[in-house]
């Protein structure tokens, strides 16, 4: 019914430590523009950086796509995170508090998909990982 | 790469973190603390977080490891002045910053440490007149 | 042989649309000779249903600009009320149903405005009531109704969201309504929860609670739920994250006030508060944050009244 609008789209490569503070910097930006509350826009920052962490310690670098959407009723935060990386081998597993393979606490994927209202991962070993997440006005 | 100043103040270390940490940023922090609480002898350390709008898994593991590595070197940290919103998505990402104390401000972390400090010279000091034993280990400690 | 023809076509609804357009542009140049007549029957039925609650002059004010508006629209040679061609009508009637249901009208009352078209234009075409004026004018009569009935639809689809948004508009000024943080000692808040506990609602609340440790450096709140009288799975979890939240900040909740049917059903959903502390009422819990925060509170004997002085 609710077709999908994008209002503004932004990219930034991930390359650096510095890439991941201009990743939150840019979704803060975007998510204070799309007038979403203090906690949300809290929220999906946070997520954003867990994510764009992961692009580069674990996919090796890639990039982020924040766009400001809107469905119709409500206007949103979506951000992706592609990367050509080694990719996920077993998805379910990685999106289980506490698991990490590189050292950390294991909350990134797992603690982002709950920050966020929509979480989309798609993954394949040798070929990268892309993860989209959305957070909409209340 | 930006640094994060470290202020002493009596015998308690204060870091205002006034910027966007990069990770690196922090790790960077985490050394320093360790380094100038062993040559200071600081009793307390005081992370101001105020100024923060996020503080994701890995700021929040910095936080965590400094509070483990001062409580090995004999100092209590406490970190002060998140903002809620900051509280409520720490919550929601899975992260309860274990063995960090915290404190509403600035004040009230360094009434906390201050208290900790009162009790450890209580037991320390029987003998001596409590005021000047106070003040002659003050200048022992910190010869500046 | 016509009848049928008319009956497919509605069923159908292809075939000649050309026919009906020029069908329904005729009747009303039919109507127009009797606009003065049609109107004032229009006018009439539309404040008879609303018995008083609009003045009638400014009734007739609306239903012409409707009238002429779908004039209009005939004109341009469609009969479909989504077409760019009704756009001024519909944006007319869009109007009026927003403004009834702000004012309160009932969806009849606010339908009215364009079904009443229909029986006024019968009556004009038939004075004598026994369909005889109407029995030439049989497909014209359909295409009307048609049209209107389509009007009627939009109209009254408009009149449901604008009375969604009111409610909407209602719920926001109720939530933040309800969040009263007070002060009840020197470092220490109360939240008293009252009323129904939804979801977005304690969330609201929490947050505003959260703030308020901030802004008044208070390291002690108590959330009483007296006034609750019941929580559910998803409220009981945002009262245990916010406790949480305290604590991330520096600041110690107490949950004062659960009623014995909330604990049972907390127990039987399997919610833990843990270390949370819980008080019975709100005068045991500003008791145990006063003796947290080092605040004794003493009973004094009784002064007597000394007897001679």
């Known amino acids: 019914m609710a077709e999908l609008s994008v209002l503004g789209t932004d990219e930034v490569p991930i390359h650096t430590d510095a890439d991941v503070v201009r990743v939150r910097q840019l979704v803060r930006a975007a998510a204070v523009a799309a007038k979403l509350s203090l906690v949300d826009q809290t929220k999906i920052v946070t997520a954003a950086s867990e994510l764009a962490r992961n692009t580069l310690i674990y996919g090796g670098g890639g990039q982020a796509v924040v766009e400001t959407v809107n469905d119709g009723r409500r206007r949103g935060i979506r951000a992706l995170f592609r990367d050509e990386g080694p990719g996920i081998a077993d998805v379910d597993l990685a999106l289980t508090d506490g698991y990490t393979t590189g050292g950390g606490l294991g909350l990134g994927l797992s603690g982002a998909r709950r920050l966020c209202d929509e979480f989309e991962l798609d993954s394949a070993v040798g070929a990268g990982t892309c993860i989209q997440v959305t957070k909409w006005t209340r | 790469m930006e640094r994060v100043p470290i202020l002493k103040i009596g015998r308690v270390l204060l870091v205002s973190v006034q910027i966007d940490l990069q990770d690196q940023t922090a790790l960077a922090l985490q050394e320093d603390l360790s380094e100038r609480i062993v040559s200071t002898g600081a009793r307390g350390v005081l992370i101001e977080i105020s100024a923060l709008e996020i503080v994701d898994s890995f700021i929040g593991r910095m936080l965590s490891t400094i509070a483990s590595i001062s409580r090995v070197l004999d100092a209590e940290t406490v970190v002060v002045g998140m903002r809620p919103a900051v509280a409520i998505t720490l919550v929601e990402l899975g992260l309860s910053l274990g063995g960090v104390r915290t404190a509403l401000n600035v004040e009230k972390g360094l009434e906390i440490l201050d208290r900790d400090m009162t009790v450890e010279d209580d037991n320390v000091i029987e003998d001596e007149p409590a005021g000047s034993a106070a003040g002659s280990v003050t200048e022992a400690r910190w010869p500046n | ?309």
């Open chain 3, 1 to 309: 042989m016509a009848q049928s023809a008319a009956a497919s076509q509605v069923l159908v609804k292809t075939g000649d649309e050309m026919s009906l357009d020029t069908e329904l542009s005729r009747l009303l140049q039919i109507l127009q000779v009797h606009e003065e007549d049609l109107l004032s029957r229009w006018t009439e039925a539309v404040s008879r249903q609303l018995r008083g609650r609009a003045v009638q002059l400014e009734v007739r004010r609306e239903l012409t600009e409707i009238w002429n508006a779908l004039r209009a629209g005939v004109a341009m040679g469609t009969t479909d009320a989504q077409s760019p061609a009704f756009d001024e009508l519909r944006s007319l009637l869009a109007e009026l149903s927003r403004t009834r249901a702000r004012h309160g009208f009932s969806p009849r009352e606010t339908a009215i405005g364009v079904l009443a078209l229909k029986d006024s234009a019968q009556n004009v075409l038939d004075p004598a009531g026994d369909g005889s004026g109407l029995a030439e004018l049989y497909r014209e009569f359909l295409a009307l109704g048609r049209l209107v009935d389509e009007l009627e639809m939009f109209t009254f689809e408009t009149f449901a969201e604008a009375r969604e948004r009111v409610i909407a508009d209602q719920a926001e000024q109720l939530l933040e309504l309800a969040t009263p943080v007070v002060k009840l000692w020197d470092g220490i808040v109360a939240l008293p929860l009252v009323g129904t506990l939804d979801s977005a609602r304690t969330q609201v609340v929490m947050e505003s609670l959260l703030q308020t440790l901030v802004d008044t450096g208070s390291a002690h709140a108590i959330i009483d739920i007296t006034g609750v009288p019941a929580v559910d799975t998803q409220v009981a979890q945002h009262l245990l994250k916010t406790v949480v939240a305290a604590r991330l900040m520096g600041a110690e909740c107490i949950v004062s006030g659960i009623r014995p049917q909330i604990a049972q059903t907390m127990v039987a959903l399997g919610i833990e508060f843990g270390d949370i502390a819980t008080k019975a009422t709100l005068a045991d819990a500003l008791a145990l944050a006063l003796s947290q925060t080092g605040t004794d509170i003493v009973r004094r004997a009784p002064r007597r009244r000394p007897r001679d002085s």
